[in-house]
């Protein structure tokens, strides 16, 4: 079992520029969850698809937008990039069960964005 | 407003000593509370999760603690080795929440030897 897997690790890009980062669930796992972290600082809730939807959204702008495909892996777009889009971004997989609610999450390794 | 609390400092203590690190939260009515452990330039590893009902949990050399009166949560390892060494986070789920995840700020745990 691979776990979850992201890529890329690393991405340098400008200023205006759009970005993909893309993300692979552990074998098994339905939702994938988009996180957001700052140096120095906890994780930031974006959001997370399950069924190929988004199903919840944490304080973020338009500019960021996901999908999620039919074999679950899922992609976070972030368009007109600032510097303060500078950050790890994690990707989270779980199971949603309705007899075993609020499972542990497990993340992959993170893809390092800088933006220039 | 809404807050997550960890120690803000780091938190620096001998090998073989028991480590206690203090999650505290505002204005949230978590359904259940996870603790994480993350490596520089990692994503976090789950590592125990207590619901609301529950008192105390425990998983080899670690313990965990909710309290939703004082609206805390203590994360202890006993016998810390330098391999425990580490940012930890505390993060809140709640009721309905689909499995997200409110996280603070985390603290970074050295052990010495």
């Known amino acids: 079992d691979a776990g979850v897997t992201q890529s890329p690790t690393h991405l340098i890009k400008t200023r205006g520029q759009q970005v993909t980062l893309r993300c692979s669930p552990k074998?098994?796992?339905?939702?994938v969850s988009w996180y957001q972290q700052a140096l120095g600082q906890g994780p930031q809730f974006i959001f997370q698809?399950?069924?190929?939807?988004?199903?919840q959204r944490g304080n973020f702008p338009d500019r960021f937008s996901g999908h999620q495909f039919p074999n679950y892996s899922s992609e976070l777009n972030v368009n007109a990039l600032l510097l303060g889009d500078s950050a790890l971004y994690l990707c989270?997989?779980?199971?949603?069960?309705?007899?075993?609610?609020?499972?542990?999450?497990?993340f992959g390794q993170g893809t390092r964005l800088t933006v220039v | 407003s809404q807050k997550i609390e960890q120690n803000s400092e780091a938190l620096n203590i001998q090998e073989g000593k028991t480590a206690t690190l203090t999650c505290n939260y505002t204005?949230?009515?978590?359904?259940?509370l996870q603790w994480y452990r993350q490596d520089p330039g990692r994503g976090p590893v789950f590592l125990l999760l207590?619901?609301?009902?529950?008192k105390e949990k425990r998983k080899e050399r670690l313990k965990v603690t909710f309290d939703t009166t004082l609206k805390q949560s203590l994360f202890h390892i006993t016998a810390s080795q330098p391999a425990d060494s580490a940012t930890y986070l505390c993060?809140?789920?709640?009721?309905?929440?689909?499995?997200?995840?409110?996280f603070g700020t985390g603290t970074q745990l050295k052990v010495e030897l």
């Open positions: 074998s098994g796992h339905d939702t």
């Open positions: 698809y399950y069924e190929e939807e988004e199903r």
């Open positions: 207590i619901r609301e009902n529950e």
């Open positions: 204005n949230y009515s978590p359904a259940y």
């Open positions: 989270a997989s779980s199971l949603i069960d309705r007899d075993l609610p609020n499972t542990e999450a497990f």
């Open positions: 993060a809140l789920g709640l009721t309905g929440g689909g499995n997200k995840l409110t």
